[in-house]
Nanobody, 114 residues
Framework: VQLQASGGGLVQPGGSLRLSCVAS??????MGWYRQAPGKQRELVAA???????NYADSVKGRFTISRDIAKNTVVLQMNSLKPEDTAVYYC???????????WGQGTLVTVSS
């Protein structure tokens, strides 16, 4: 099983970024994104099931949108109105919805700074 994430980078506050993750080797009932900022624990950003049920961290509600393409085995995180506190390494995750699944991508760095 492999999760390949892409789309991170440097963006100014208020800007947008789109993260994508492609899974290979298995199909999953749920996928999601977690993030880890320097000195902090890894936390859930958003998760989605194959049925379209979503779960967002309170800090990103209304700004981030998670979506899923089951046929392509991908998950996308559209991040708008980015804030400096969104700066972190973002990890694609697969295999569970209410807790982190067993499979992780390699992480992609998102930096929000002027």
């Amino acid at each position: 099983v492999q999760l390949q994430a892409s789309g991170g980078g440097l963006v100014q506050p208020g800007g947008s970024l789109r993260l994508s993750c492609v899974a290979s080797g298995s199909k999953f009932n749920a996928m999601g994104w977690y993030r880890q900022a320097p000195g902090k624990q890894r936390e859930l950003v958003a998760a989605i099931t194959n049925a379209g049920r979503t779960n967002y961290a309170d800090s990103v509600k209304g700004r981030f949108t998670i979506s899923r393409d089951i046929a392509k085995n991908t998950v996308v995180l559209q991040m708008n109105s980015l804030k400096p506190e969104d700066t972190a390494v973002y990890y694609c995750n697969a295999g569970a919805f209410t807790v982190a699944g067993a499979y992780w991508g390699q992480g992609t760095l998102v930096t929000v700074s002027s």
